[in-house]
């Protein structure tokens, strides 16, 4: 869960570590030591939600995209 | 092919032999209204002659490029003949050997300097204000591998490329937001009259050409091809760098951008 | 027969027949390899060759990416492929390779220009992670780009590469000290690749763009009004474009740089000469 988080608000600041979640996820499962089930929601839910993000996220919206990203998480580890 | 310089004028300064014919030539073909500029009347008109063959807009004017006078006639004859200046390239220079540097006289550092640096600084003095007026222009100085390897047989020679090409970058730096762009080509062994002249042996260039990674020193009609592109607009986003065309030479493995 | 055309597609039609015909293409008979080819500098590269008579690989790990930029590639020529591959992952290089010579019977250009920029802090907080993804893919990636493809160029005669580094690698660039530190590892490999392969046939360069207009470089600046701020403060008041990095690398690529290899081509519109910074 505090893995995700980490990942996506990075994601949202950075455009560059966006394309790495978004394409070499593989690298990032690897390198945060994700679970089966965290690697799951990075490469679905995660990444259609990336797929969608503004380039660049303006730094206005951090807290509100973060937020949103946060409940994105919240909810596929529930289900 | 044959139009990335259309409807350019350009001047070619030291365009009578090697690489500055191969550069007329080219531009000629390429559709660009030509104006050389030498010293060498005989060869500059064999360069007419050849250009000719290509395209009708192409004229000569005698210039030293040491006299400011000299320099401004030429900028004024280029204005009358065309109505404005385009690119600029500045390949006048004289190589002469010296001995080392307490040896060196004050008329071979003179003669030196007058033309390679201080004939380009008027060149360009001349032009800029022209191609300010018409929205903007290239200007290509070729300076030598010499400007930064030190090449041992000529000290006022190497330090008046190695000053070249430091005015590039401060003249691109100062006009470059008025619309100019100004470039460096560094040649390094090209096949030249110059070259075979100075290296006073047919011995000598062959034991350069075994050295040489690729077997072979460079032709005038590859340094015309590196001109060329920073003379065209697809060099749009080139000012104040330095292409050193040596064929891999890389003597010293000196860096520079 | 009549057919009817529209006046903006029959111009756009008799451009490209005017450059099928008329124009040797500068790239014609070439089998062009394109890291990082299906976005910003490496997508205009795609188009760039293509129009040159150029056949193109187009690699990418971005798949959106691939598609969009086949789709647009293909109004240009047929003459491209793609390959989905990550140049950090060894087996996917060799792979990428072995394919195209196998298709295409030979490799003449290879342009380099998957890269990756994540921003970083200071050197203290840098994190072993941050620093392996990016050197991961710009640097130990394309250093076995060029690996697997010099013996191939070498075998078929020769050949040109072209890396694309950044000015960061010559002026450093605080905000990810990794990012420029691997592009100034470029530079230097394209040196000593030279070094080794111009006598063998193979010319290899460098370009090193400034700040071009790209969705890396618009994502990078972190707020869209950051990069008007740099072009602002730029010699030309603008940033570059992605085509114009493109002719560069078509020059480095075609013939017509024939006495060119182990050189670093700087292309930042005069912003260097200029005092200007990243």
Not at chain 2, 50 to 62: A, K, P, T
Not at chain 2, 236 to 245: E, N, R
Not at chain 3, 25 to 50: E, P, Q, Y
Not at chain 3, 219 to 245: F, T, W
């Amino acid at each position: 869960m505090d893995k995700l988080i980490d990942i996506v608000n990075r994601a949202i600041e950075d455009y560059g570590f966006r394309q790495i979640a978004q394409w070499s996820p593989e690298d990032v499962v690897e390198m945060w030591d994700l679970t089966n089930e965290e690697a799951g929601v990075l490469t679905g839910p995660i990444k259609m939600a990336l797929d969608m993000l503004p380039i660049p996220v303006e730094p206005d919206d951090y807290i509100s995209e973060k937020a949103r990203f946060r409940q994105i998480i919240d909810k596929a580890l529930r289900t | 092919m044959a139009d990335r310089l259309k409807n350019k004028v350009a001047i070619i300064v030291g365009g009578a032999t090697g690489i500055g014919r191969a550069t007329a030539l080219r531009f000629v073909k390429e559709g660009a209204m030509v104006m050389i500029a030498d010293r060498n009347v005989s060869e500059m008109e064999k360069t007419l002659q050849l250009s000719r063959q290509y395209g009708s807009d192409v004229d000569q004017v005698v210039v030293d490029v040491s006299k400011w006078n000299q320099v401004e006639n030429m900028v004024d004859v280029t204005m009358r003949r065309y109505g404005r200046v385009d690119v600029l390239v500045n390949l006048a220079a004289v190589l002469m050997l010296t001995g080392p540097l307490v040896e060196v006289e004050e008329r071979q550092w003179d003669m030196i300097m007058d033309i390679n640096l201080k004939g380009s600084f008027f060149t360009m003095k001349a032009t800029i204000p022209h191609m300010i007026k018409t929205g903007g222009g290239s200007i290509i100085n070729v300076a030598s591998s010499a400007a930064i390897d030190a090449f041992t047989r000529s000290l006022p020679y190497n330090v008046s490329k190695a000053g070249l090409q430091h005015l590039t970058n401060v003249a691109a730096g100062e006009y470059t937001s008025q619309g100019i762009r100004i470039n460096c080509v560094i040649p390094g062994s090209v096949d030249t009259p110059q070259a075979r002249g100075s290296t006073q042996s047919h011995e000598s260039i062959k034991n350069s050409m075994l050295r040489h990674p690729m077997g072979r020193i460079g032709k005038p009609e590859e340094l015309a091809n590196v001109i060329l592109f920073l003379a065209s607009d697809e060099a749009s986003y080139v000012s104040g760098s330095t292409y050193i065309a040596d064929g891999g030479a890389q003597n010293s493995g000196r860096r520079n951008y | 027969m009549i057919i009817s055309v529209k006046k903006p597609d029959l111009d756009k039609l008799l451009i490209r027949l005017y450059a099928h015909n008329n124009m040797p293409g500068r790239l014609n008979n070439k089998v062009c390899l394109i890291t990082g080819g299906a976005s910003g500098i490496g997508r205009a590269v795609t188009i760039r060759f293509l129009e040159e008579g150029g056949t193109v690989v187009v690699v990418d790990r971005n798949r959106a990416a691939i598609k969009e930029t086949l789709e647009i590639a293909r109004t240009v020529s047929t003459k491209v492929e793609s390959i989905e591959a990550d140049v950090s992952k060894l087996d996917q290089v060799e792979n990428m390779i072995r394919s195209t010579v196998d298709k295409f019977g030979h490799l003449d250009v290879l342009v380099n220009g998957a890269g990756v920029l994540v921003l970083t802090q200071e050197a203290e907080h840098v994190e072993e992670r941050e620093w392996d993804l990016i050197m991961n893919t710009n640097l130990k990636g394309l250093f076995f780009c060029c690996k697997y493809a010099l013996p191939e160029m070498v075998r078929s005669g020769g050949g040109s590469i072209v890396n694309i580094a950044s000015i960061t690698g010559i002026q450093g660039y605080s905000r990810s000290l990794p990012y420029s530190v691997s592009k100034a590892g470029v530079i230097h490999l394209t040196f000593v690749l030279a070094n080794q392969y111009t006598r063998r046939g193979v010319r290899v360069n460098a370009v090193a763009p400034g700040s071009i207009d790209t969705h890396q470089a618009r994502g990078s600046s972190q707020s869209v009004g950051a990069l008007d701020i740099v072009a602002q403060n730029h010699p030309m008041k603008r940033i570059g474009k992605a085509s114009e990095m493109a002719e560069v690398i078509l020059f480095l690529a075609s013939e017509e740089s024939s006495f060119i290899s182990g050189e670093t081509i700087l292309a930042d519109g005069g912003s260097w000469a200029g005092g200007g910074h990243v």
